[in-house]
């Protein structure tokens, strides 16, 4: 079975701290993809990254990097000196063939 | 770029009660997708559709929801007859695939938000 689990419910950080979403995954297929999303407090959802099965290079994009292990069939989103705009709900996902499964969400609310 | 558009934005009826929700996709994307999100939980993936055609519809209700995508372009989502446990926001999306593997980047409209009392 596909599952995806951000065991993390709500995070509070001071801007300017760094924080870690957890994400770890459940899948049997060898070919699969995974997603982050953000959804701010305005609703929409917003793509930040994807990674496919074989590519376990870890990306970095401004403040935002992403560390793929299949070892531990995770993938960790980070974020460094956090910032007010930040806040929102982050979703981790895996996508499989036809399927795509979110994770529960992980609400992350930066402190001025 | 004009993004994926949903209406209405909110809904409140009555359980029993049918309602429709209507979706228009980026221009060229040939993928669509409808999730049901209840609140405080991640979005579920109720049907897919390629062009007018159903990828997948495993998730989805269908004693009481059906989905509709005509020429391939907008979709609509009905639920008849509603019930409590339907209260959710309904989101749409659209990506460019052509495949049925949902690879791409998924653009999310901003959802209709449904209450059933």
């Known amino acids: 079975a596909q599952k995806v689990t951000q065991a993390q419910t709500e995070i509070s950080v001071v801007e300017k701290e760094d924080v870690t979403l957890d994400c770890v995954y459940e899948?049997?297929?060898?070919?699969?993809?995974l997603f982050w999303y953000k959804q701010p407090p305005s609703g929409e959802l917003v793509f930040l990254i994807r990674?496919?099965?074989?590519?376990?290079q870890n990306e970095i994009s401004g403040r935002y990097s992403w560390n793929f292990q299949k070892s531990t069939s995770s993938f960790n989103f980070t974020i460094t000196a956090s910032q007010v705009v930040d806040s929102a709900v982050y979703f981790c996902?895996?996508?499989?063939?036809?399927?795509?499964?979110f994770g529960t969400g992980t609400s992350l609310t930066v402190i001025p | 770029e004009a993004g994926v558009a949903q209406s209405p934005r909110y809904k409140i009826i009555e359980k029993r009660q049918s309602v429709a929700f209507w979706c228009n996709p980026i221009s060229g994307h040939a993928t669509l997708y409808w999730y049901q999100q209840i609140l405080g939980q991640g979005p579920k993936l109720l049907i897919q559709?390629?062009?007018?055609?159903?990828?997948?519809d495993s998730q989805l209700p269908k004693d009481r929801f059906s989905a509709e995508r005509l020429k391939g372009v907008d979709s609509t989502l009905k639920i008849q007859p509603a019930k409590l446990e339907d209260s959710a926001v309904y989101l749409c999306?659209?990506?460019?695939?052509?495949?049925?593997?949902?690879?791409?980047?998924?653009?999310f409209g901003p959802g209709t938000r449904l209450t059933v009392l």
């Open positions: 996902a895996l996508s499989t063939g036809n399927q795509f499964y």
């Open positions: 999306a659209s990506s460019l695939e052509n495949s049925g593997v949902a690879y791409n980047e998924q653009f």
């Open positions: 899948t049997r297929d060898t070919t699969y993809y």
């Open positions: 559709f390629q062009n007018n055609g159903v990828v997948d």
């Open positions: 990674r496919n099965s074989f590519d376990e």
